[in-house]
C-alpha cells in the first residue's frame, strides 16, 4: 500500500507541481487549500505525512501544526513546512509548534523528495 500524502498550499500551482512530484514517485496526495481545509479533511483520516505551505488565509501552517500536535490521531505523524519564509525565527516557530523539517520554494523536485523519503523512513 501507498503512503498517503496531505499538501496543504494556497497556491493552486504548487498543489499541483508537489502533487505530479510525489504521485510520480508512487505516493497517494491528498491536496487541501489551507490549513483549515487540512485540518478538517484530516478528522478522521490517516496519512503518513503532511507538507505545508506557512503563509495561508484561514489557518497559517504554524497554527496547523500546533492543531494537528494537539490530536491523537495526527500527534507523531511528520510535518514539513514549504515555504519561501528562511528567517531563522520563523523556523524556530514552527520547530516550536512540532515541525518535523523545513523545505524553502522554490524547491527541486529531487530535493523534494529526498526529504519525504528521509521522513518517511
Same mark, same amino acid.
Request: proline share 3%; net charge positive.
Given at each position: 500500500?501507498?503512503?498517503?500524502?496531505?499538501?496543504?498550499?494556497?497556491?493552486?500551482?504548487?498543489?499541483?507541481?508537489?502533487? +505530479?512530484?510525489?504521485?510520480?514517485?508512487?505516493?497517494?496526495?491528498? @491536496? /487541501? #487549500?489551507?490549513?483549515?481545509? !487540512?485540518?478538517?479533511?484530516?478528522?478522521?483520516?490517516?496519512?503518513?505525512?503532511?507538507?505545508?505551505?506557512?503563509?495561508?488565509?484561514?489557518?497559517?501552517?504554524?497554527?496547523?501544526?500546533?492543531?494537528?500536535?494537539?490530536?491523537?490521531?495526527?500527534? +507523531?505523524?511528520?510535518?514539513?513546512?514549504?515555504?519561501?519564509?528562511? @528567517? /531563522? #525565527?520563523?523556523?524556530?516557530? !514552527?520547530?516550536?509548534?512540532?515541525?518535523?523539517?523545513?523545505?524553502?520554494?522554490?524547491?527541486?523536485?529531487?530535493?523534494?523528495?529526498?526529504?519525504?523519503?528521509?521522513?518517511?523512513?
Amino acid at each position: 500500500m501507498s503512503k498517503v500524502i496531505m499538501t496543504v498550499d494556497d497556491s493552486a500551482s504548487v498543489r499541483q507541481m508537489v502533487g +505530479f512530484t510525489l504521485k510520480g514517485a508512487g505516493y497517494e496526495v491528498v @491536496e /487541501a #487549500a489551507d490549513g483549515m481545509d !487540512a485540518f478538517v479533511k484530516l478528522s478522521g483520516m490517516s496519512v503518513n505525512l503532511v507538507l505545508t505551505d506557512l503563509n495561508m488565509p484561514k489557518m497559517d501552517g504554524i497554527d496547523l501544526i500546533r492543531r494537528l500536535r494537539a490530536t491523537t490521531d495526527h500527534k +507523531f505523524v511528520p510535518i514539513v513546512l514549504l515555504t519561501t519564509e528562511s @528567517e /531563522a #525565527a520563523k523556523k524556530q516557530e !514552527a520547530k516550536a509548534a512540532g515541525a518535523t523539517g523545513w523545505i524553502v520554494k522554490p524547491f527541486k523536485p529531487d530535493q523534494l523528495l529526498a526529504v519525504v523519503k528521509k521522513v518517511l523512513g
